[in-house]
T-cell receptor, first 116, second 112 residues
Framework: GENVEQHPSTLSVQEGDSAVIKCTYSDSASNYFPWYKQELGKGPQLIIDIRSNVGEKKDQRIAVTLNKTAKHFSLHITETQPEDSAVYFC???????????????FGQGTILTVHP | KAGVTQTPRYLIKTRGQQVTLSCSPISGHRSVSWYQQTPGQGLQFLFEYFSETQRNKGNFPGRFSGRQFSNSRSEMNVSTLELGDSALYLCASNSGGSDTQYFGPGTRLTVL
C-alpha cells in the first residue's frame, strides 16, 4: 500500500520567515496530494491541494510543488505569522475515481511554531 | 453550508464496553470516510461509505464497523473496547465525485 513520509517533525521559525515541509510517497498511482492544517482541539482543515497533472500551485502565502518523477511534494509558507502555528499534514490519494475511492494516506505531521 | 458535524465530541468508556459515534456530512455529500488519529500511529483510514455501501476498508480488526444511512449520515461502532482504542475519531465528507475531503471536529474517545 501507499506510504507517505513527512519531514521535519517539528519546525520553528521567526515571524516573517518562510517554512518548508517535505513529503515523499511510494505509490506512483497516487495522483492527488492535499495538505491539511490542524489546530488544537479541531479537525484537519484543507489548506491547499495539488493534482499530478500540475507541478505547482499557489494560494496567497501558501504554495505546493510536486515532483512526480521523484515522488515528492512540498508545502511552502511565506511571511509566516503566529497564527500559522499548528500541525500540518500531507496526504496522498489515488483520487475519488481510483480503486481506493479517495482513501487518504497521511504523513506523520509537522508541528510548526512561529515565534513573534 | 454547514460543515461536517460529529457527535458526541467527547466520550469516556471502560474496557469491554462498546461505543457508537455519529457523523453528519455536508449537505449533498454522499461519501463519508472515517479515520483514527493517535499520537503514535497518526491518522489512519478506517473505512469509506458511499450511498450506504462500504467501498473501502483499512487494516483494523472486525471490532470496528460502520454503516451509512439513506440520508448519508454515518455511524461507526467499536465493540469490546481496548485501552488502545483511545483516540480522536474523525469523519470526512466528500461529494462522491470530487477528490476533496472535508473533516469534522472529531470525537475524542477515552477508554479507561
Amino acid at each position: 500500500g501507499e506510504n507517505v513520509e513527512q519531514h521535519p517533525s517539528t519546525l520553528s521559525v521567526q515571524e516573517g520567515d518562510s517554512a518548508v515541509i517535505k513529503c515523499t510517497y511510494s505509490d506512483s498511482a497516487s495522483n492527488y496530494f492535499p495538505w491539511y492544517k490542524q489546530e488544537l482541539g479541531k479537525g484537519p482543515q484543507l489548506i491547499i491541494d495539488i493534482r499530478s497533472n500540475v507541478g505547482e500551485k499557489k494560494d496567497q502565502r501558501i504554495a505546493v510543488t510536486l515532483n512526480k518523477t521523484a515522488k515528492h511534494f512540498s508545502l511552502h509558507i511565506t511571511e509566516t505569522q503566529p497564527e500559522d502555528s499548528a500541525v500540518y499534514f500531507c496526504a496522498a490519494s489515488m483520487g475519488a475515481g481510483g480503486t481506493s475511492y479517495g482513501k487518504l494516506t497521511f504523513g506523520q505531521g509537522t508541528i510548526l511554531t512561529v515565534h513573534p | 453550508k454547514a460543515g461536517v458535524t460529529q457527535t458526541p465530541r467527547y466520550l469516556i468508556k471502560t474496557r469491554g464496553q462498546q461505543v457508537t459515534l455519529s457523523c453528519s456530512p455536508i449537505s449533498g455529500h454522499r461519501s463519508v470516510s472515517w479515520y483514527q488519529q493517535t499520537p503514535g500511529q497518526g491518522l489512519q483510514f478506517l473505512f469509506e461509505y458511499f450511498s450506504e455501501t462500504q467501498r473501502n476498508k483499512g487494516n483494523f480488526p472486525g471490532r470496528f464497523s460502520g454503516r451509512q444511512f439513506s440520508n448519508s449520515r454515518s455511524e461507526m461502532n467499536v465493540s469490546t473496547l481496548e485501552l488502545g482504542d483511545s483516540a480522536l475519531y474523525l469523519c470526512a465528507s466528500n461529494s462522491g465525485g470530487s477528490d476533496t475531503q472535508y473533516f469534522g471536529p472529531g470525537t475524542r474517545l477515552t477508554v479507561l
